[in-house]
């Protein structure tokens, strides 16, 4: 059988994908196949698609993907289970991620432990957007921030994809919370729950005196010595993504840094895990966790998605709507969000 999907051929820019039919795919005995209704966008996906940072190519295909269909998170409905499957069955409503990407398409295959019932609160459209920003976020706060209630903690790029998400779940652990954004972005801020917005253009927050326990820094642009300057003692540091000058560095001086002075200085990547999702699941069960949602695009229209997320001007997610289901994307509980970078 086939399906349609968007199909990356050769690395290079958004005009390279094509939208075409494919062979839909089979579960292995030990994966679940899935009716994707919905997909989030994530800057992984533009990274692969131009094989940026050069590493992409020795880890995914040195002339050309080998996983050419991108996206790796997906919200939909279990079409069938391998036979050594016994965590869902046919008819489940799932989100989740996959390690090989896939989700642009009508069909997807996922290992059982990257895949978790969906909130029933929750719009496929919604969940979509999720695991791997929101995932980052958590990883990024808990188990590399070692974050605790009462502390104060600054996220720098609090109104992309993993920023917004950083911001509510640090409020759900009992933070005080800092987002540092753009102008045009401070009321999103505000309304996801942060205590204190600051406009990066008019403040830099590394030049103030302020001190924070944990700064989560998405995208970080700073020299590594000035996020150091502004921790507190025994504060930490939490780098993901960024420019490449910052990534080279942290890996160059970043266990040097961390051995002078208390301050400590981390570079992690995500890691999928099913834990973490039934996590986030909770969180946003309880209404303490809602993805910010700027665009919906339909399936054929991922060029345009990738294109506008590498603009870097999205304020929270994208999700592409593989199957529609039309119902309004909702704020966090008790709060609005203006306008609805991962």
């Known amino acids: 059988m086939m399906m349609k999907a968007i199909v990356c051929p050769t690395y290079g820019s958004p005009d390279v994908l094509e939208f075409r039919d494919v062979g839909k795919p089979s579960p292995e005995d030990d994966e679940v196949l899935i009716k994707v209704h919905a997909a989030g966008v994530n800057a992984g996906d533009w990274h692969l698609m131009r094989a940026?940072?050069?590493?992409?190519?020795?880890?995914?295909?040195?002339?050309?993907?080998?996983?050419?269909?991108?996206?790796?998170?997906?919200?939909?409905?279990?079409?069938?289970?391998?036979?050594?499957?016994?965590?869902?069955?046919?008819?489940?409503?799932?989100?989740?991620?996959?390690?090989?990407?896939?989700?642009?398409?009508?069909?997807v295959t996922a290992a059982p432990n990257a895949v978790a019932l969906k909130p029933t609160n929750m719009t496929f459209e919604q969940v979509a957007a999720v695991p791997t920003a929101a995932m980052t976020a958590l990883q990024g706060l808990r188990d590399h921030g070692e974050i605790r209630a009462g502390q104060?903690?600054?996220?720098?790029?609090?109104?992309?994809?993993?920023?917004?998400?950083?911001?509510?779940?640090?409020?759900?652990?009992?933070?005080?919370?800092?987002?540092?954004?753009?102008?045009?972005?401070?009321?999103?801020?505000?309304?996801?729950?942060?205590?204190?917005?600051?406009?990066?253009?008019?403040?830099?927050?590394?030049?103030?005196?302020?001190?924070?326990?944990?700064?989560?820094?998405?995208?970080?642009?700073?020299?590594?010595?000035?996020?150091?300057?502004?921790?507190?003692?025994?504060?930490?540091?939490?780098?993901?993504?960024?420019?490449?000058?910052?990534?080279?560095?942290?890996?160059?001086?970043?266990?040097?840094?961390?051995?002078t002075g208390g301050k400590r200085i981390v570079n992690f990547v995500q890691k999928i895990s099913q834990q973490d999702l039934l996590f986030l699941k909770e969180l946003m069960d309880q209404g303490k966790l809602s993805p910010v949602i700027d665009k919906s695009y339909p399936l054929a229209d991922v060029p345009e998605a990738i294109a506008f997320l590498e603009s870097g001007k999205a304020r929270g997610k994208l999700v592409v709507e593989v199957e529609p289901t039309h119902v309004p994307v909702v704020a966090p509980k008790a709060q609005t969000v203006a306008g609805s970078c991962l």
Do not use: W
């Not at 409905?77 to 008819?91: L, M, T, Y």
């Not at 991620?97 to 009508?106: I, N, R, W």
């Open 52 to 107: 940026d940072p050069f590493l992409i190519r020795l880890m995914f295909g040195f002339t050309k993907p080998k996983h050419p269909i991108l996206g790796g998170d997906f919200a939909g409905r279990v079409e069938a289970v391998g036979k050594d499957v016994r965590q869902f069955e046919v008819g489940d409503e799932v989100f989740g991620a996959s390690a090989t990407f896939g989700a642009f398409a009508e069909y």
């Open 152 to 259: 104060e903690v600054l996220v720098n790029g609090a109104s992309g994809g993993v920023g917004s998400f950083a911001v509510q779940i640090a409020k759900a652990l009992g933070a005080h919370v800092t987002g540092v954004c753009s102008a045009s972005k401070m009321d999103t801020v505000r309304a996801l729950g942060a205590d204190h917005v600051i406009d990066y253009r008019q403040e830099d927050f590394t030049k103030t005196g302020r001190q924070y326990d944990l700064i989560l820094g998405v995208g970080g642009y700073h020299p590594l010595a000035a996020y150091k300057r502004a921790l507190k003692p025994n504060g930490i540091y939490v780098m993901t993504g960024g420019a490449m000058k910052q990534m080279f560095e942290a890996m160059l001086l970043g266990s040097f840094m961390s051995k």
